[in-house]
């Protein structure tokens, strides 16, 4: 079946160059409550790029055209598209979480998509993104599984304290380091998990890892204080069985915020697979074996049988002379004796939410997320549950404070609302402000 997975424009998943702004609740914006949660990212700069790396079988990207927008230029797997103007139809008034730009019937894999900003003229300089919504094959028996884990089940290094009263952050509280060197460490099972936290002017980069390789860097550095959680990193490209996830700080004085993460078990059963097949591979040829020898075992007896002298056998009769007329000839009477030619008998072989043992309450508040429709514009609230009622077909309370990043739908002919981007490796740390691949 098809989701949808909605990419919260503040997310580390998008890599951004040093040229953006950050339009989050901005003074200088007096539109900026009609982007989805109150949030964009923009430029004026000519050649600006914003790039993802994601798996799914198609893309929508929304935002903004206004007055002075320019045209921006979208390239899906290197293959550019033509430019686009940012401008609304003459005599429109400018339009919001809007569709810019969309791609379907990409292969299910790794796929990336660059956009990038074209000066057209004075005061027609800008292009924005509000949010990005990918349209991913899952497996529906999966996906209704979905596992949520609190922060305060990751295992931490020393240098780590519990934050409470957060805004916006489920249970409004979340582990954070500023210390670099500083990991946060997950054991889960399943092929994909996704990690919400922390984005803004007092975050960094980190570095994330899996099963002890490395996936890259991450950049959670935003212009604007005060984001809600965002999803920090996101994959579905892990194999079914036991991983280990590693989060590590990378810049001193800069913050690791982990506020919870999703993960969905792969199939039951699936992760001894190999155990379970080996198991019926010899328990059948241990039946065989044993009857084998049974019947092995009751042909020999049969041979013995047949061969062995009866114990109610005739003697031979000697010679007699009868006074009976048709008595005058001897007569000798002898056993039975098996044709020692006759085959032996033979053998014929017949051919929802399960939450964490030790999960606390989770909330459906949600900020961009799933939804089972196709994707319209919808105003962001908090962070997203990502399962739970909109992406993954089942609802799991969560605490008043919560405010979510996704929302989810079954894809139809129209564009989606995405929930969940999955990151095959990310490429190396930009040296500007971003890195990591989704």
Same mark, same amino acid.
Request: negative net charge.
């Given at each position: ?26 003074? &200088? ?39 002075? !927008?320019?045209?921006?230029?979208? +390239? ?6 033509? @430019? ?22 990409? %292969? ?42 609190? !922060? ?22 979340? !582990? ?14 399943? %092929? ?32 604007? @204080? ?6 920090? &990193? ?63 075992? &009751? ?8 061969? +062995? ?16 007329? !048709? ?83 079954? @894809? ?23 890195? +990591?691949?989704?």
């Amino acid at each position: 079946m098809l989701r949808n997975f909605t990419l919260d424009d503040a997310s580390p998943l998008i890599r951004y160059d040093a040229t953006w702004d950050d339009g989050f609740n901005s003074s &200088f914006d007096d539109q900026f409550a009609k982007y989805q949660g109150q949030s964009f990212q923009c430029t004026n700069i000519d050649g600006a790029t914003a790039n993802l790396t994601f798996r799914g079988t198609a893309i929508y990207v929304y935002g903004a055209k206004r007055s002075n !927008h320019g045209y921006y230029r979208v +390239a899906i797997n290197g293959e550019e598209n033509p @430019a686009v103007s940012g401008r609304p139809p003459s005599g429109q008034p400018n339009q919001f979480q809007t569709l810019l730009f969309s791609k379907e019937g990409l %292969p299910d894999g790794e796929n990336t998509m660059e956009l990038t900003n074209i000066r057209e003229g004075d005061g027609l300089d800008y292009v924005d993104i509000d949010y990005i919504v990918i349209t991913r094959e899952v497996d529906e028996s999966n996906d209704s599984r979905r596992t949520l884990v609190s !922060h305060d089940q990751f295992t931490y290094t020393s240098l780590w304290t519990t934050q409470l009263n957060l805004q916006g952050y489920r249970n409004s509280s979340a !582990h954070t380091t500023n210390t670099p060197g500083e990991k946060a460490t997950l054991q889960f099972s399943g %092929p994909e998990i996704l990690v919400y936290g922390g984005v803004g002017r007092a975050f960094g980069t980190f570095q994330v890892e899996i099963d002890g390789q490395d996936w890259g860097v991450l950049n959670a550095t935003r212009a604007a @204080a005060g984001h809600p959680p965002v999803t920090l &990193f996101a994959t579905s490209s892990l194999g079914n069985g036991d991983h280990t996830l590693s989060l590590t700080n990378l810049e001193g004085g800069k913050s690791l915020t982990i506020g919870y993460a999703e993960y969905t078990p792969g199939k039951s059963g699936s992760g001894s697979n190999g155990g379970l097949i080996g198991g019926v591979v010899g328990g059948v040829l241990g039946a065989l074996v044993v009857l084998i020898i049974l019947g092995w075992y &009751f042909i020999r007896r049969r041979r013995r049988a047949r061969h +062995a002298p009866s114990e109610d056998q005739l003697p031979p009769m000697s010679s007699v002379t009868s006074t009976h007329p !048709h008595w005058d000839n001897e007569v000798q009477i002898t056993p039975y004796m098996e044709n020692s030619g006759q085959p032996p008998v033979g053998y014929t072989e017949g051919g929802t939410i399960y939450p964490s043992t030790h999960t606390p309450s989770i909330s459906t508040a949600t900020r961009k997320g799933e939804v089972l429709a196709t994707p319209l514009p919808v105003l962001r609230s908090g962070e997203s549950s990502y399962a739970l009622s909109s992406q993954f077909g089942a609802s799991v309370p969560m605490s008043p404070g919560d405010r979510t990043s996704i929302h989810e739908t079954d @894809a139809g002919t129209l564009p989606p609302m995405y929930d969940q981007v999955f990151l095959t490796r990310p490429p190396p740390l930009q040296p500007t402000t971003s890195s +990591a691949s989704t």
